[in-house]
T-cell receptor, first 112, second 111 residues
Framework: SQTIHQWPATLVQPVGSPLSLECTVE??????LYWYRQAAGRGLQLLFY??????ISSEVPQNLSASRPQDRQFILSSKKLLLSDSGFYLC???????????FGPGTRLTVT | SQQGEEDPQALSIQEGENATMNCSYK?????LQWYRQNSGRGLVHLIL?????REKHSGRLRVTLDTSKKSSSLLITASRAADTASYFC???????????FGKGNQVVVIP
């Protein structure tokens, strides 16, 4: 069966520090991968998605970047965090674009 | 952009009652999906209904889709305390296969 992992679970970082969040998927090949951010009490905002290694589509211009160095690994990064980067970051995967997505447990990021 | 909009935003019911949530959207869709999120956790996919389907069941869940009204409803029958969660609808549109999520609908089931 497929599983998706995210780490760390929680993170507190000062403004201006770098960020690296990691997501890995097991039990499937060539998944579509997604990064979302969820502000408190809000819906999900799609940040990036990837249909293959090295292929990244950015949905929202911002302080963040994403990379997919391996088939089942998706990384969200920032060189300098802003206060507005605080939120709940969710990674997800799907077999087919537009069909059901399977989410990781999320990372709670607080920028102080 | 967020296309799905759930209504009502918050719902509090007694255990055993039915819970109904609605979702409206604006553009033509390929499918509509419902997800559940427990507090502080990731989303769990519940059910997907395609644009050529009108109703779908999964256990205690019933989803309807009215493409003429651009709306969907999620019914949870015989609710349980464990159903307490936020419920999101998400749409996938033709030519744009990313999911657009609504803001969510918080359901509290009182034991």
């Amino acid at each position: 069966s497929q599983t998706i992992h995210q780490w760390p679970a929680t993170l507190v970082q000062p403004v201006g520090s770098p960020l690296s969040l990691e997501c890995t998927v097991e039990g499937t090949s060539n998944p579509n991968l997604y990064w979302y951010r969820q502000a408190a009490g809000r819906g999900l905002q799609l940040l990036f998605y990837s249909v293959g290694i090295g292929q990244i589509s950015s949905e929202v211009p911002q302080n963040l970047s994403a990379s997919r160095p391996q088939d089942r690994q998706f990384i969200l990064s920032s060189k300098k965090l802003l206060l507005s980067d605080s939120g709940f970051y969710l990674c997800a995967w799907s077999d087919t674009l537009g069909d059901e997505q399977y989410f990781g447990p999320g990372t709670r990021l607080t920028v102080t | 952009s967020q296309q799905g909009e759930e209504d009502p935003q918050a719902l509090s019911i007694q255990e055993g009652e039915n819970a109904t949530m609605n979702c409206s959207y604006k553009t033509s869709i390929n499918n509509l999906q419902w997800y559940r999120q427990n507090s502080g956790r990731g989303l769990v996919h519940l059910i997907l209904i395609r644009s050529n389907e009108r109703e779908k069941h999964s256990g205690r869940l019933r989803v309807t889709l009215d493409t003429s009204k651009k709306s969907s409803s999620l019914l949870i029958t015989a609710s349980r305390a464990a159903d307490t969660a936020s419920y999101f609808c998400a749409t996938s549109s033709y030519g744009n296969n990313r999911l657009a999520f609504g803001k969510g609908n918080q359901v509290v089931v009182i034991p």
